[in-house]
């Protein structure tokens, strides 16, 4: 490891996680690295019934938080990718907004459709699902709040009107939910 930038570990409670750290700081201590105190947190993840021991980082406490962000997404003590989805649902509507505006200020004419639905690709989807793939314990309604963001950005580029259903605009548009 020529360079590190960051460290996750994960592990049970108790004497496992007591052992991980110590294999961490022991690691960094022979490479004559420092981590700091401050960007360093214990999450613990699912029930507080399990006793959970105060880790260490170059002597110090590290310190528990209840949720972080790692790598765009937010690691929280629920366990779920909940806290993630509602940060992308507002990213989202901020990235649609301004795809409606770029699309609404330029004269496109008749290129306003297809010229909306590229920049739906290439900001939207890609700032919204950016790492996607990673994020488990989906729920039907975590699914529906991103969905609900991206019939928006279409009404807007398409100016369909509130009660244009939702099949019309997927299928009018060519895109998929």
């Known amino acids: 490891l020529g360079k590190i930038d960051d ?3 994960v592990s049970e409670c108790g004497t496992k996680s007591v052992k991980t750290n110590a294999t961490i700081n022991s690691f960094i201590d022979s490479k004559k690295l420092k981590l700091s ?5 214990q999450i613990h993840i699912g029930d ?28 929280s003590s629920c366990g779920t990718c ?3 989805v509602n940060e992308r649902h507002a990213k989202g509507f901020g990235k649609a907004n301004e795809i409606i505006s770029i699309i609404d200020e330029i004269p496109l004419g008749h ?6 639905l590229k920049l739906r690709e290439a900001m939207f989807c890609n700032g919204i699902l950016f790492n996607s793939e990673v994020w488990h314990g989906m729920k039907e309604y975590d699914i529906e709040e991103l969905e609900k963001v991206d019939e928006y ?4 580029i398409m100016k369909a009107h509130s009660k244009t259903s939702r099949a019309a605009l997927y299928l009018e548009s060519g895109c998929v939910p």
């Open 37 to 41: 105190e401050k960007k360093c947190k």
């Open 48 to 75: 507080k019934q399990f006793f959970c021991p105060n880790l260490k980082i170059d002597n110090e406490k590290m310190e528990k938080s209840n949720s972080e962000k790692y790598l765009g997404d937010i690691v």
């Open 153 to 156: 950005l279409l009404r807007g």
């Open 111 to 116: 290129h306003r459709i297809p010229t909306g």
């Open 7 to 9: 460290i996750l570990a």
């Open 82 to 84: 909940h806290p993630t």
